[in-house]
């Protein structure tokens, strides 16, 4: 039988592995398809980007642009550092009237118009064309833009006329779309900026945006005139008077309505309100538990067995105990009841004692039941009384907010009226101060000149980073789904998480049609075979005192290959002129006699359930191998594979075999596999390749760990080529291949 030697078999927290540069060039070399790919579009979509976009050329000048402090002391008084004063200039340089300036000076819409308005149309770039026709397609099937064009047309139909632009008005909108301007770090220079598909027409903006900034910045300064000083004296007249008869309507509102206190009762009753609100619904969700508890046991009313499924007794500590005490009664007159008949002292006795814990149960049962319908009265009374004194404060509640709402909006009136008069009587006085105080002076540091070269787009660059781009996306997304994948991927994975055994690999077999549970037959010298040769090598020496005799194969999940394993690792086994019998436990989903071509109508289920059709032990066709189906599958696996009968049949057929193979159902679908690892030598996990998960593996070890089962090792099924690399099966797949 197995061994008693306790493995420790799972690791709680996997030390972290220091991943080297190899590690990473096999992940690229693995996602190479991914990686090409993504380069390759994003590559291609650059350069149609950079060969179908017009060549645009910028000229630019230098303007400083500074404060006039003057030389009397008022305006020194007010010259102190701007913070926004060359963010406040450049916004006026980009500004519409500083275009519509330069559409004036230079009569563009007259003179340069056609450089604005081609009279021949351009052909579309490829990509423009692109754009318009999904930009009309989704037009004609979208509800909202049919909906936007019959909305226009009805507008239209009513009279509605839409804004018309002159060509003045439409060159001064791309003037200020092809305008840059920016202030040089820790200086007073502004750098401006003009792109235009024509080079001298962007020399000639460029420099006449700095002309007429100088013309905007004279006009702000003379359109200050003493009419605005004038009215916003009267005005604070006004706003003073007005103030004045607020504030004395307040006093008189306050006085006839005594609201001295009003504002700190209104701030009390409502947190008032809160907490009776708050304990409002705690009694509301208190009563509502108790009327639910109360009513499972109403609807249980005698019924014991519903009573105690009930959370208020399954949890209560004392029926727990009285429960036990008639677990333990019960046991006991069924071990008399083997011994004594009904009629003797003994077996009264105990009947006696079973029929007090009865009673006591049932003394229990009622004491909650009566605590319980007590508990629920009074909270139907607390809420009720909550819901009376909420319904009061409500309405304390009201008739103070009502008086203070109209406090509110006459303090409000007076907060205005206040806030106004201030602001005019600063204004007042800061207009009158610096109304000839502010003044910038600027200077033409360096004029724009001719563009020799485009300066959108630069090919070279846009090329060199779509390149760039391209492979940053693709081996970032290579990464992003080796980082997903969660599976085991081969040999080192199992070793360096479980620091467990891996008595092999197997690979995966690519042909169409292929069938693995009968390959090794076939191809007895394939690299398959010397895979499950060198399972049984490694299987044989896996224990120092003798090899393990009966022998559990079980998988984490459905289709990873146990039942593959265990038929090919038999067919191994025998070649040594070994006895082998075949088990298979998997009661649930059995597939060996279908494998085999072996009668299933007497097998294991039969035996272990006492029924006796004859001999459970099949011939296996063409082979030297023994099988003991599974039988029908069974209303009760788990019972029949855990009981004493399961435990002497494995003793009894070790007496004739070497070695006894089991095949059992997944470990994380159900527990007969934990069962029967009991009873072997050792167990044995085949593990899929990309398809058994880390998280998986740990759960399932965890129990076999819980069981204390020996542990043999991983048989790693399903490895690609690309995942087993160019070690010792790269080698003898090349060595056959010759051959």
Known sequence: MRDDRSLDIYQEEPAEQEINIRDYLSIV?????????ATFIVFFWQVLKVYTTTPIYTASSDVLVEKNLGSGKLDYQYSGYDPYFLSTQTEIIRSENVARRVVENLQLDKKYRPYFFPEEPRKKSFLAEMKSSLKETIKSILPVGRVKEAAGEDSNAAGFDREVYTDADIIAKMIRGGLE?????ESKIVNITYSHENPSIAKLVANAVVQAYKDVTLDIKVSSTSYELQW?????????????????????????????????????????????????????????????????????????????????????????AIREKIFRARQNIEELSKKYGPKHPVMINAKDELEILNNEMKFEVDRIIASTKNSYELAESREKNLRELLGSTKSELLTVNEKFVQLSIMQREVDTNRVLYDTL???????????????????????????QAPSFPNKKRALALGLILGLALGGGLAFFLEYLDNTVKSEKDLLAKFDSTVL???????GKGENIESYILRQPLSPLAESYRLVRSNLLLSSAERPPKTILITSMGAQEGKTSTSINTARILSQDDKKVLIIDCDLRRPRMHEIFGVDNTAGLSNYLSGNKPGSILHDVPGEDIKLIP??????????????????????KMEETFDFIIIDSPPIQLVTDSLAISRIVDGTIVVVRARKTTNDMLYSGMRKLS??????????????????????????????????
């Not at 301007?181 to 770090?185: A, G, I, K, N, R």
């Not at 009587?425 to 003044?439: C, D, L, M, P, W």
């Not at 039988?631 to 494995?650: C, D, F, H, I, T």
């Open 29 to 37: 070399k693995k996602r190479l398809p991914i990686i090409v790919t």
């Open 181 to 185: 301007v920016s202030p040089m770090p």
């Open 232 to 320: 916003m004296t009267e005005k604070a007249e006004e706003e003073r008077k007005k103030l004045e008869d607020a504030e004395n309507a307040l006093q008189k509102y306050k006085r006839e309505n005594d609201l001295v206190t009003v504002e700190n009762r209104l701030a009390v009753i409502p947190e008032k309100l809160s907490q009776i609100n708050s304990e409002f619904t705690n009694a509301q969700t208190e009563r509502r538990d108790l009327e639910n508890i109360y009513t499972q046991i109403t609807n249980a009313r005698d019924d014991m067995a519903a009573l105690e499924r009930i959370p208020i007794f399954s949890t209560n500590t004392v029926i727990q």
């Open 425 to 451: 009587t600063s204004s007042i006085k800061r207009t009158g101060v610096t109304e000839q105080a502010q003044s910038v002076n600027i200077w033409v540091a360096r004029n724009a000149e001719l563009p």
């Open 504 to 510: 092999g690999t197997v690979t995966q077999l690519k």
């Open 630 to 651: 599974s039988g029908p599958v069974p209303p009760n696996p788990a019972e029949l594979l855990n009981s004493r009968k399961m435990m002497l049949l494995v003793k």
């Open 706 to 739: 819980d069981v204390n089962a020996n542990f043999l090792g991983f048989i790693l099924n399903g490895m690609s080529k690309s995942d087993a690399g160019s070690g010792y099966y790269s080698g003898y797949n090349t060595y056959y291949a010759k051959n």
